[in-house]
């Protein structure tokens, strides 16, 4: 590094380069797992919502021994998953844009069902895509499979 002619610099430079790529990698894995944790919340949100709104439904059907909530209403469901994260649907996709207008990420059209027969133990579930862009170049599309759970137990 004491070098004038400059060779002690090129190292220097490497090394710069070098922290900065995996910074950069840092980052781009943080926003990623910063997507699907979010729309895992917001998803396990409008599933909780859900079951709020139908829930004298549920619980008489429940009480009363009949087996009404054997399914679950997905277009509701769907409809309000997309008016709660602000989603338009294209086909089997619900995507989410950012102020510019562009794709931020997408998911699957969730399914939903119970994971138990005659109790209230949801499961939603779909995959989430988020591309992934380095130096301003689209490089990748990261898929990532979630698992939506909710357990409700009636307690005394």
Known sequence: MRSKRGEGYIQVCVLIIVICMILAVFVTFAGAVNVVRLTERNAKTVLESYVMKNSIRIYDSIKQGTNET?????????????????????????????????????????????????????IVKYETYIPIYFGGRYVSTAVVPVTVKLNLEQKF
């Open 70 to 122: 054997d399914a679950i209403d997905r277009e509701e469901f769907i409809g309000d998953l997309i008016a709660f994260c602000t989603f338009y649907k294209s086909g089997d996709f619900l995507y989410h844009y950012n102020a510019d207008g562009e794709a931020d990420y997408y998911i699957t059209t969730p399914q939903v069902e119970f994971s138990e027969v005659n109790k209230l133990r949801l």
